[in-house]
């Protein structure tokens, strides 16, 4: 099974609870989907077999070929392509590289072939092993904007004959969506706040519409009367809570799993794991 584990928002503890789920369970892996700022190597310590570049199309414009007729420009649905007339006199091309979708629109819409595509480096993709789990990460170049490609390419490296856990990016955004989606189950933590609540429901609002099926864990979970209340009236199902414990924020703060100092958690995240794939197999066998 696939268990994406998400949040509405950041910091509610979704990388501590992924990645002591993917070590409690056997034979499973784990994917950090968060490439912007992933950290579930800081708790892991995954020595990395191998390094894969990613790159993307991008346009590249012969000046000496274009007559500035616009094609390019109307072709773009995002805006990247721009035809304009610049103070000094004279016509020019401007692209803009942080709205590219890499659709290749522009160079098949150019009648004078004045656009080719080259490739963009964005990021990296890691894979490796620790201890007996298999790991797998995407580091997105700083200062590069769009995370979904980098995220898609890091997901073929899903193994489907083991358990996996994504570790995904905070938000609803269109990286969270992506990393979510096709997951078997969506694990949403959040935290017992006004603002944890507030993004916890939108979290929930965009599973349901893509379809996931998911449920809710407390982090923190001092007093979470009004998580549980919410849960209740929504009809999300509460699946677990971690307390409010000085001595788990102290192993996370010395990068340090929960397990390696506290085994009695082990049966904790399996018993979590046990209740996702039973929701999920009970989803199933309801299917038409």
Known sequence: MIVSIASGKGGTGKTTIAVNLALALENAQIVDCDVEEPNAHIFLKPGISSAEDLTVRVPRIDRAKCDFCEACAEACAFRAMNVFKPLSGGWDVLFLPELCHSCGACALAC?????????????????????????????????????????????????????????????????????????DFCLLVTEPTPFGLHDLKLAVETVRKLGIRHGVFINRADDSKMIDAYCTEAGVPLLGRLPFDREIAALYSKGLGLLSDKPQYIRFFRELADKIGERIRHAITEEP
């Open 111 to 183: 009648p004078k072939g004045a656009i080719s595509e080259t490739r963009k480096k964005i990021g990296v993709i890691e894979t490796g092993r620790a201890g007996n789990l298999d790991y797998a990460c995407g580091r997105l170049n700083i200062g590069e904007p769009k995370a979904p490609p980098l995220i898609k390419a890091l997901k073929k490296k899903i193994n489907r004959s083991k358990t996996v856990i994504l570790d995904c990016p905070p938000g609803t955004s269109c990286p969270m969506m992506t990393a979510v989606k096709g997951s």
